[in-house]
């Protein structure tokens, strides 16, 4: 999994975009090296769009962290971010690898 700052901030569009955009790239250095990446943010966007823009609360933090229960390891980017560190801390409380650098992710067996 990728996590790191979305909306933090009030971002306006383009501020989120280009951070989509760096969980994207970072979501395919990581399919380079062998892995499945998902990032949150891409799983939660078409739930919120199909159940309008008022349900972004109801629908991003839950839905990412359920993604979360569900990998193997996560790669935090940097940058302030609550959602980003919830993901973190259910990888943490589950043992699971916290990767800061993705230069330190090993690639698939």
């Known amino acids: ?10 971002a306006d ?3 989120r975009a ?3 955009a760096a969980m994207n790239r970072a979501a395919l250095a990581l399919f380079r090296l ?4 998902v990032i949150g943010v891409n799983m939660a966007l078409p739930v919120i769009a199909a159940a309008g823009h008022d349900a972004h609360d109801e629908v991003m933090l839950p839905l990412s962290l359920a993604l979360a229960e569900r ?13 980003a560190d ?4 259910r990888f943490a409380a589950a043992g699971k690898p916290v990767f ?3 230069a330190a992710v090993p690639p698939a067996p």
């Open 1 to 10: 999994m990728v996590a790191g700052p979305y909306a933090t901030g009030g």
């Open 13 to 15: 569009a383009a501020l």
């Open 18 to 20: 280009g951070r989509l």
């Open 34 to 37: 062998g892995h499945v990446p």
């Open 71 to 83: 990998c193997d390891a996560i790669l935090r980017l940097p940058g302030d971010s609550a959602g």
């Open 86 to 89: 919830a993901e973190v801390a």
């Open 100 to 102: 800061r650098d993705l």
